[in-house]
């Protein structure tokens, strides 16, 4: 079977399906794409959304509760103990299908109609105070946590896989204690303000080190102790140059950051951050097998277009997800085997288009079911029934396909058309990845909230009157409204959050968690690859003043191509493997 260049019907770009791709697609019974597969990520992502939350009454007990759906969404919820509860039968709302109408049209009116989870974590069920926490399970005293599970007092971080203690970090997947605004640390403690380190203690700063102690402002060392700017020093040098620096300080962190940011850009970039990979592409990738196009992906083995995954198998276009087997197109969907098009529907088997249904089989077009079998549009039938309807109505999606705004055909195989996501297109992580402005959003057929949950305006402190350093805050601060200096969103500090400043020594925060958020995702590389050839050139000097004639290519640049995360315009030096092992290690 040869390659195949098809034209998106969303962005009218041509895209390629490769060979592999096609027996994938035959494999679980799906017609190829016809959405790019940038288009299908955006598509995918405007399905999720962790950080934007809002208070709203459940709709079985009438009891306050935090929930990612706004009033504006016309969704029923249930807070999770009842949504969990015995109070209410999800296959009450089942329904026949109508085949003199599409597909997605009918699933929309049951979207509506089925209640969904105001949060989907197990808080009080599996977690322990762990209310204000999205895409969250079994961890204690966690707040403000996005895609997360065994974890303890971590606040204000997303995806965190394991480990305690920890604030302003994302992309944590091993097991590490104390960090705070750390990027991808593996088995470290005591860290800060550091990127893609491993076993780094007391340090921060520090960009792509491994086994390093006390260090400040460093790149790319291994096993060093006491060294500022890949410079030795005696202990009472580092700590001299060290408490100069002032990093108690709220101005000493911001004038470290800037310096920092400025430092580590002479240090060459591999072009895709990852370890013990074998054919790979992307970013953010490790102990990976043939996993092209994916981000964030660990243990990961045969995948394609995959995002945030761990101990996948023979996937393509996820959206999130852990120890999961030839699905598609799906979001979060946890410890399933041939789970197609599904949203937070974990520990499922040979299910299709279903959302928020655990431990079932054979279902089709379905919402909230639990350990169920042989159901579609939540309606129970037989084994044999089941298997005589589902192709009809397959069908029948291809007959009747359902038109969006953009005239897009959705048929059976596509992903759900985005115009019907219950959020709006700045309340979604598709905002992060692909940035929009309402306009925009609203000519691509998405939709927008205009009634983001904030509060502005209440401000009873001041950030220019918070003490500098975190020495001199006393107790009243939690008595206090501040307010951001970027977004003027107000915030306050909580006790625990408090108390971590204090044994980190870490300055009182002048921005609010979402702009923090904001600031970390742009030091991230974006969800898409660029085709480039290595940056190394022996007329050049390295960063540390040696020759590159011991290079693979001798005298001559290097034309070694790759596909990376790194766009040509950004001002990082971006080498290929053999060039970044020469000069680096």
């Not at 991808?184 to 780094?200: D, E, G, H, P, V």
């Not at 700017?229 to 100069?244: D, G, R, T």
């Not at 101990?311 to 946890?334: F, H, I, P, Q, R």
Request: hydrophobic share 30%; with cysteine.
């Amino acid at each position: 079977m040869k390659s195949e260049t098809k034209n998106c019907q969303n962005c009218k770009q041509n895209f390629t399906i490769e060979p592999d791709d096609f027996g994938f697609y035959e494999k679980i019974k799906v017609p190829p794409p016809t959405f790019c597969p940038d288009c299908r990520r955006q598509r995918r992502w405007a399905w999720k959304n962790n950080t934007s939350l809002y208070n709203r009454t459940c709709d079985l007990c009438k009891k306050s509760v935090v929930t990612i759906y706004s009033k504006e969404s016309s969704a029923v919820i249930y807070c999770n103990k009842c949504w969990w509860s015995d109070k209410w039968d999800p296959k009450d709302y089942g329904q026949d299908y109508d085949f003199s109408r599409s597909f997605f049209e009918q699933f929309k009116e049951l979207v509506l109609k089925v209640p969904h989870m105001a949060l989907v974590n197990d808080d009080g069920i599996g977690s322990v105070n762990c209310e204000y926490t999205q895409d969250f399970a079994f961890g204690k005293n966690c707040y403000m946590v996005f895609i997360a599970w065994r974890i303890e007092n971590v606040m204000y971080s997303y995806f965190i896989l394991e480990g305690r203690d920890m604030m302003d970090c994302i992309n944590i997947r091993s097991k590490s204690e104390w960090l705070y605004e750390c990027f991808n640390a593996r088995n470290s403690y005591q860290l800060k303000y550091s990127r893609l380190n491993i076993a780094c203690i007391d340090s921060q700063f520090l960009y792509r080190c491994k086994d390093c102690s006390n260090c400040f402002m460093c790149a790319e060392l291994v096993g060093k102790k006491y060294c500022f700017k890949n410079e030795q020093y005696s202990k009472e040098e580092y700590e001299k140059i060290l408490a100069s620096y002032k990093l108690d300080t709220f101005s000493g962190v911001e004038r470290a950051q800037k310096e920092y940011d400025e430092f580590i850009l002479k240090y060459p970039r591999r072009f895709v951050d990852g370890i013990h990979n074998v054919n790979v592409s992307g970013d953010v990738i490790s102990g990976c097998k043939n996993v092209k196009n994916s981000f964030f992906a660990k243990n990961s083995e045969n995948c394609k277009y995959c995002d945030f995954g761990t101990n996948m198998k023979d996937s393509y276009d996820m959206a999130g997800g852990g120890e999961l087997s030839e699905c598609y197109e799906s979001v979060t969907c946890d410890q399933s085997n041939r789970n197609l098009f599904g949203i937070y529907s974990w520990k499922s088997q040979d299910i299709e288009y279903t959302q928020h249904c655990h431990n079932c089989q054979y279902c089709f077009g379905c919402i909230g079911l639990r350990n169920a079998k042989y159901c579609i549009f939540n309606k129970q039938y037989t084994k044999e029934e089941y298997e005589k309807l589902v192709p009809k109505i397959i069908e029948q999606m291809n007959k009747i396909p359902y038109k969006d705004k953009k005239e897009n055909g959705y048929k059976f195989g596509e992903f759900y058309p985005a115009e019907l996501s219950p959020f709006g297109y700045n309340e979604t992580e598709a905002q992060e990845h692909f940035p929009l402005s309402r306009e925009e959003a609203f000519k691509k057929g998405f939709n927008w909230q205009n009634n983001l949950q904030r509060t502005v305006g209440k401000e009873t402190l001041l950030p220019e009157d918070i003490p500098d350093s975190i020495t001199e805050v006393t107790d009243s601060i939690l008595e206090e409204i501040l307010v951001c200096i970027n977004c003027k969103r107000n915030y306050k500090i909580i006790p625990n959050e408090l108390i971590f400043y204090r044994k980190m020594s870490i300055p009182i925060p002048r921005r609010c968690f979402y702009c923090r958020h904001e600031a970390r995702l742009k030091r991230r590389n974006p969800f898409k690859l660029w085709h480039r050839t290595c940056m190394c050139d022996p007329t050049s000097q390295s960063y540390d003043g040696r020759s590159k004639t011991n290079h693979f290519h001798g005298g001559s640049k290097c034309e070694v191509e790759f596909e990376t995360s790194y766009s040509p315009d950004r001002p990082e030096i971006v080498y290929c493997e053999k060039c970044y092992q020469a000069e680096v290690y």
